[in-house]
Structure formats: structure tokens, C-alpha cells
T-cell receptor, first 111, second 112 residues
Framework: GQQVMQIPQYQHVQEGEDFTTYCNSS?????IQWYKQRPGGHPVFLIQ?????EVKKQKRLTFQFGEAKKNSSLHITATQTTDVGTYFC???????????FGTGTLLAVQP | NAGVTQTPKFQVLKTGQSMTLQCAQD?????MSWYRQDPGMGLRLIHY???????DQGEVPNGYNVSRSTTEDFPLRLLSAAPSQTSVYFC???????????FGSGTRLTVV
């Protein structure tokens, strides 16, 4: 079945440093979504990418969808302590309606 | 709007007991899903529904049943609880699956 992996599993940065998490799917995706989960909270939807090679920005966050629609990345510029949490990618493969989540990347930011 | 409401927030069950986790949304979303979250394993899809009367299995459906008699409600039934079902359960909904999912605040279930 469809599998979605993320690397790294954990990243510890100093406040002000950049951060990137990578998402790789075993199958071609129709779209990719990104979520953020704060410690003890629930996942919150950030953005959806649909087109091959698409790049979207939200303030300091840059999201990219690969040309083959099998990978994606999230880059945070100049991290802040408010960026702490686990970032998940999630994708739907082919004609399925199943939204499969990646394994997540836990970001810790030291002030 | 309340969004996605899950009850209860916490539950302790004995092995072999059954129970139903409730999920309701007031956004008229067609798509609803149940996920479980275990440490280091991300969110795994249990069951999902694309509309009233339609349900399908996710990645880890064994031991769980669902039904979707109305657009608003999507209960998850544990038939005979096992310690391996100790987890945090999230319900989520989306408008036709075309946009992001809105998650409930979760139910933390412990099976002893």
C-alpha cells in the first residue's frame, strides 16, 4: 500500500536557524497537504499543493511539490520558538480517497 | 461553529470491553476520517467516509467498526478492546476532500 516517509524524524535548531523537512511517497500523489501539531494538540492544516513543481509561501514557510508528485518539502526560514511542534505531510495516491500521513518531523527550537 | 467535536476526551477500558468514540461536525463536510496516533508512528488511518451511508477501510481497520448514518456523525466502535488499541484517536473532516482536514481535539484511550 501507499507509504509516506519523512526525514528527519527530529530536528533541534537554535532560534534564527533555518529548518527543512522532506516527505517521500512510494506512489504518485494527486495532492500533498501539510499539517502542524503542537505538543499535546491536534493537527492543524497549513496548506495543500496540487500541481507538479508547485511552490507556495506562507510568511517564513515555503512548501514545494516535486516534479514527479512523489515528494515534497517544507522549509522554515529563521525559526522562532512558536514554530515548535511536529510537521506532517499527508497525501492521496491515485484515485483513492485515503489521506495517508507521513511519519512526521518533530522540530525543537532553542531560544 | 463548533467544528469537529470528539467525546470523550479521556477513557480507560478493561481488555475485552467495547465502547464507541463519538465524532460530530457542524460544517456540512462530506468527508470524515478516523486516525490513531501512537508515539513515533505518526497518524494512521483507521476508517474513512466520503458521505452518509459510505464507509471504507484505512490502513489499520482491524478491531474497529464505523457507520455513517448522517452527514454530521461518524462514530468509531471498538468491538473488544485490547491493550494494543491504547492510543490517541483523532476524528477529522473535510469539504469533499478537496481542502485540508479539520481535526477534533482527540480522545486519549487506555486499555488495561
Amino acid at each position: 500500500g501507499q507509504q509516506v516517509m519523512q526525514i528527519p524524524q527530529y530536528q533541534h535548531v537554535q532560534e534564527g536557524e533555518d529548518f527543512t523537512t522532506y516527505c517521500n511517497s512510494s506512489t504518485t500523489l494527486s495532492n500533498i497537504q501539510w499539517y502542524k501539531q503542537r505538543p499535546g494538540g491536534h493537527p492543524v492544516f497549513l496548506i495543500q499543493l496540487v500541481k507538479s513543481g508547485e511552490v507556495k509561501k506562507q510568511k517564513r514557510l515555503t512548501f514545494q511539490f516535486g516534479e514527479a508528485k512523489k515528494n515534497s518539502s517544507l522549509h522554515i526560514t529563521a525559526t522562532q520558538t512558536t514554530d515548535v511542534g511536529t510537521y506532517f505531510c499527508a497525501g492521496k495516491g491515485g484515485a483513492t480517497n485515503k489521506l495517508i500521513f507521513g511519519t512526521g518531523t518533530l522540530l525543537a527550537v532553542q531560544p | 461553529n463548533a467544528g469537529v467535536t470528539q467525546t470523550p476526551k479521556f477513557q480507560v477500558l478493561k481488555t475485552g470491553q467495547s465502547m464507541t468514540l463519538q465524532c460530530a461536525q457542524d460544517m456540512n463536510h462530506e468527508y470524515m476520517s478516523w486516525y490513531r496516533q501512537d508515539p513515533g508512528m505518526g497518524l494512521r488511518l483507521i476508517h474513512y467516509s466520503v458521505g452518509a451511508g459510505i464507509t471504507d477501510q484505512g490502513e489499520v481497520p482491524n478491531g474497529y467498526n464505523v457507520s455513517r448514518s448522517t452527514t454530521e456523525d461518524f462514530p468509531l466502535r471498538l468491538l473488544s478492546a485490547a491493550p494494543s488499541q491504547t492510543s490517541v484517536y483523532f476524528c477529522a473532516s473535510s469539504y469533499q476532500g478537496a481542502l485540508g482536514y479539520t481535526f477534533g481535539s482527540g480522545t486519549r484511550l487506555t486499555v488495561v
